[in-house]
């Protein structure tokens, strides 16, 4: 992970090519960088719970808890810009301990069967 001077957080290198051109240069304002990667880092954390209780108490496999989550904040109104989706819903999963494309079910309830 890289950091920047200005910021208390970390910005993965992930998420700061984001906002990278093919030179190296960033396309947006260290600020700015370092705002963005905290909303996306936060709301990660946030969407935790949310994410568990979709694969455990609803039983819906993992890929697919992480789609309706990105499909849910593909809305503008969401706040997120497109191409920090996918490593929000990658961040997720890391967060999780889900590999991402696994397909995973959840594990059947004790005494169920």
Not at 72 to 81: D, I, Q, W
């Amino acid at each position: 992970m890289a950091d920047d001077c200005s910021s208390q957080i970390l910005i993965p290198d992930a998420f700061r090519a984001l906002y990278t051109d093919r030179r190296g240069r960033l396309t947006v304002s260290r600020e700015e960088l370092a705002a963005r990667a905290e909303l996306c880092e936060d709301l990660a954390q946030q969407l935790q719970p949310m994410a568990q209780q979709l694969h455990f108490d609803l039983g819906v496999v993992e890929d697919e808890v992480l789609a309706r989550i990105e499909a849910t904040l593909a809305n503008p109104e969401s706040g997120l810009r497109e191409a920090e989706l996918p490593w929000l819903t990658g961040r997720l999963a890391e967060l999780l301990g889900w590999q991402a494309g696994s397909g995973s079910a959840p594990a059947p309830a004790p005494g169920s069967a």
